[in-house]
């Protein structure tokens, strides 16, 4: 297959993305009306809203995953079918995070109590950061994937108090000191009763 067709479904799957989170209401950019780079705060009110943030880190694990996963379960399969599984999940993944069950998961069991969702912005960057994720793990390896994603997962977790594996954690199985761990930071935590 040719790489513009590759390049084309890619595309595509970012305008999937971007329509239909309009299409549901979710707003272009910050309500700020300022367009970021990085939110380096996952307590901020424009977390998730600009380009960038800690989030972004998971989305661009997402990508890898899907190479090391895909070589490790089907050693023989190409990019075509492993791009295929890329933006099919990392459009699924938008779509389904922006459901009200998903949402309101999201704000009684993970560290970001007040999400309201992705701008369109957001969404459609992360989605872009998850194929880059995938590119880059297509391109170094299977070792290196694994070191790249480890060291995302320990940045995000270390600085962000939030990565793939805890939000993961958290939404299927909340564990109250990891939340109390997350909360240290956040200026905004009500104080527990004495």
Known sequence: MRPSILFAAAVLGAGIVGVTLYQWGQPPICNCGEVKLWVGSVFSPENSQHIADWYTLSHIVHGMLVVLLGRWLFPRAGIVPLMVVAVVTGVAWELVEHTDFVLNKFRDTTLYRDYLGDTVLNAVCDYLWMMGGFALAWAVGQRWTLVLIAGLEILAAAIGRDSLALTTLMLVYPVEAIEQWQQEL?????????
Not at 186 to 194: F, L, R, T, Y
């Open 186 to 194: 956040n200026p905004n935590a009500v104080p527990a009763a004495q």
